[in-house]
């Protein structure tokens, strides 16, 4: 049976449609890879593809991906809302048959490697792929931003695990790593107040003493203007969304704010979603192995 891995890369570009089609022409260019979903959003100016393909293709169109974000995304000129430090922000690798994360790892690590050796980006490897704690984290890594990062790699702690101390100077850094598959959730207010989204993420937030498998931030989409939750659901089994949804909710409405809706980026298991339809129906004694008709088609 074929090893199969799904790579998530985040690019810093949600605008540039010819840039965007480039990637996506780049995606599907290599034999054995199917692109599976890609999205952009203008006010994150960020675009996610979700790839899957045998470990010596998936390497190989991780490769030629970041090589066409290098050439074609000047973070000196990047603007946007998400958080990022290079032209291609984070390529986190998943396991997904017949591959355990050990070995993941080490196709990460190969990866990275080529990246610096051919196209001189330093990389930082985080969560299973981190080479210390301290570095598993990729809010930690990714806190300064393109713009602080050059400083950033001066201090003692934060060499590079591939590289030189000095960024690529228009495709910055980039994190590459293995983990497990995560939901990138979003959740609309309709305030325009960026401040009761930063509040509410903070209150949700592990870092800052909420869910400890969610990740968030407060970002204002200015195309719409209204403030967004944006999260990182790392474990959606031990965080659930409907879990951080009901809070976010119950947080809003101590400002007289509601939720007016919600989006997913990218793919997400289908348990995460099932999950939530069982909370909000009450379905009782609900099976999840014998109760969905596509488990049965798909054995």
């Given at each position: 049976?074929?090893?199969?891995?799904?790579?998530?890369?985040?690019?810093?570009?949600?605008?540039?449609?010819?840039?965007?089609?480039?990637?996506?022409?780049?995606?599907?260019?290599?034999?054995?890879?199917?692109?599976?979903?890609?999205?952009?959003?203008?006010?994150?100016?960020?675009?996610?593809?979700?790839?899957?393909?045998?470990?010596?293709?998936?390497?190989?169109?991780?490769?030629?991906?970041?090589?066409?974000?290098?050439?074609?995304?000047?973070?000196?000129?990047?603007?946007?809302?998400?958080?990022?430090?290079?032209?291609?922000?984070?390529?986190?690798?998943?396991?997904?048959?017949?591959?355990?994360?050990?070995?993941?790892?080490?196709?990460?690590?190969?990866?990275?490697?080529?990246?610096?050796?051919?196209?001189?980006?330093?990389?930082?490897?985080?969560?299973?792929?981190?080479?210390?704690?301290?570095?598993?984290?990729?809010?930690?890594?990714?806190?300064?931003?393109?713009?602080?990062?050059?400083?950033?790699?001066k201090e003692e702690?934060?060499?590079?695990?591939?590289?030189?101390?000095?960024?690529?100077?228009?495709?910055?850094?980039?994190?590459?790593?293995?983990?497990?598959?995560?939901?990138?959730?979003?959740?609309?207010?309709?305030?325009?107040?960026?401040?009761?989204?930063?509040?509410?993420?903070?209150?949700?937030?592990?870092?800052?003493?909420?869910?400890?498998?969610?990740?968030?931030?407060?970002?204002?989409?200015?195309?719409?203007?209204?403030?967004?939750?944006?999260?990182?659901?790392?474990?959606?089994?031990?965080?659930?969304?409907?879990?951080?949804?009901?809070?976010?909710?119950?947080?809003?409405?101590?400002?007289?704010?509601?939720?007016?809706?919600?989006?997913?980026?990218g793919l997400a298991p289908?348990?995460?979603?099932?999950?939530?339809?069982?909370?909000?129906?009450?379905?009782?004694?609900?099976?999840?192995?014998?109760?969905?008709?596509?488990?049965?088609?798909?054995?």
């Amino acid at each position: 049976m074929a090893k199969l891995i799904e790579i998530i890369p985040n690019f810093s570009e949600g605008k540039d449609e010819t840039i965007i089609n480039g990637l996506v022409e780049v995606a599907k260019s290599v034999p054995g890879v199917t692109l599976l979903d890609y999205s952009s959003d203008a006010s994150h100016n960020r675009s996610v593809f979700t790839l899957v393909g045998d470990e010596d293709n998936i390497q190989e169109v991780a490769f030629q991906l970041v090589k066409y974000a290098s050439e074609h995304i000047d973070m000196t000129k990047h603007e946007g809302e998400h958080p990022r430090m290079g032209a291609t922000d984070v390529l986190p690798f998943v396991p997904v048959k017949d591959i355990d994360v050990k070995e993941t790892v080490e196709i990460s690590k190969k990866v990275a490697q080529r990246i610096n050796d051919e196209l001189d980006i330093p990389i930082f490897l985080y969560e299973d792929s981190a080479t210390s704690p301290s570095r598993k984290n990729l809010a930690k890594i990714r806190k300064g931003q393109f713009e602080g990062m050059a400083e950033k790699l001066k201090e003692e702690e934060w060499a590079p695990d591939y590289g030189k101390r000095e960024i690529h100077p228009t495709a910055g850094v980039t994190a590459v790593g293995v983990r497990m598959p995560l939901v990138a959730f979003n959740v609309n207010l309709d305030t325009d107040n960026i401040e009761i989204a930063n509040k509410i993420a903070k209150i949700v937030r592990g870092s800052s003493g909420g869910y400890k498998y969610c990740k968030g931030i407060g970002v204002m989409l200015e195309d719409r203007n209204i403030a967004q939750v944006s999260m990182n659901m790392v474990n959606f089994e031990k965080t659930p969304l409907y879990r951080v949804v009901e809070t976010i909710r119950f947080e809003a409405a101590r400002y007289g704010v509601n939720i007016i809706g919600s989006e997913l980026i990218g793919l997400a298991p289908a348990k995460a979603l099932i999950d939530c339809a069982e909370y909000y129906l009450q379905i009782e004694d609900f099976d999840y192995g014998k109760q969905i008709l596509e488990n049965h088609l798909l054995n």
